[in-house]
């Protein structure tokens, strides 16, 4: 383990209640992780846990210019027993360092990222929620700090980590949502940076979310960049279909987020199993399933929200409903154990779970 200086705050937020209303990303704990990198410099340096505060940034640093960020998201929760568990933090630092790269960023040292997220947890412990459906959320993130214009990658870097204690991302829970399947704008061609955990991609989906939403839809389903045809992931999840009793999800192709609860549903699916397709699915067959009867249940899968099920999916003039509007069986199934897993409610045969 690297050694992180710590700097405890002397003046300790005041926490939310057990019955408090945690609205997602909001609220945030009295620390922060942050670690430099100069590249002239010796590289990383100074990791260090402060109290939660504003960054200061020179007006002239490369990620208000060009764009140079990354962030995770991952999640601890306190187990029945009081244990501390960080569920498949392995790969968010695997996925990370595969964004790291793609933008020209340097790759983080897994002792600063694992580490400084175990300790960081550690000391702010007491923020995690324990009532049902909530969390503490873990947002690491990176950004380019150095001073200059001109576009080429920057030497200079900051790593923070920030919590925050959450309740469902979506306010209805595990109430079905609906889905605008967008057919005008594109989030993401392959070869961009698509599979890479950058702002950049979420900036871009934000016009088509506004339009989903002005039509009653709460999440936009994209569709390919290049022929407008095939499925691709929903704004902040993976999406998964269930057709005829197989459960079909779209391959990593190059311009949708390799999702760490995507992995975990598709390995969950096929322990079962249950047939499981990783594979191009047009927004035709889509279509013609849900009016053959053949559509049998559809869900999104993110850290945020773990399982998020779909009750409405629209194309055009195509309104799709699935499950007859309700959790399907398959959905729940899902769900429960993940969060089980998540929770220490069932046992972790997989290596999922870092205890702190």
Known sequence: MTNIVINKTTNPKKK????????????????????????????????????????????????????????????????GNGEVLLFRADK?????????????MPEIPREYFIDGIKELVKLDSDWIPETPNTSLYIRPFMIATEAFLGVRASKQYKFIVILSPVGPYYESGLAPVKIWIENDYVRAVKGGIGEAKAGGNYVASMIAQEKAHKEGYSQVLWLDGMERKYIEEVGAMNIFFKINGTVITPSLNGSILSGITRDSVITLCREWGIKTEERKISVEELVLAAKNGELEECF???????????????????????????????SQKIYDTITGIQLGKIEDTRGWSIKI
Not at 307 to 320: A, F, Q, T
Request: charged share 20%; proline share 6%.
């Open 16 to 79: 939310p209640e057990a019955n408090d209303l945690l609205t997602f990303g909001t609220i945030f704990t009295d620390h922060m992780f942050i670690a430099d990198y100069d590249e002239n410099n010796g590289g990383w340096q100074a990791p260090r846990i402060v109290p939660y505060q504003p960054i200061s940034l020179d007006p002239a640093a490369t990620v208000f210019h060009y764009g140079q960020e990354m962030f995770e998201g991952l999640k601890a929760y306190k187990g």
């Open 300 to 330: 999104g899968t993110g850290t945020a929200a773990v399982i998020s099920p779909v009750g409405e999916l629209r194309y055009k003039d195509d309104v799709m409903s699935v499950s007859g509007g309700n959790i399907g069986e398959l």
């Open 92 to 104: 968010n630092f695997e996925r990370a360092n595969k964004s790291n790269v793609r933008l020209c």
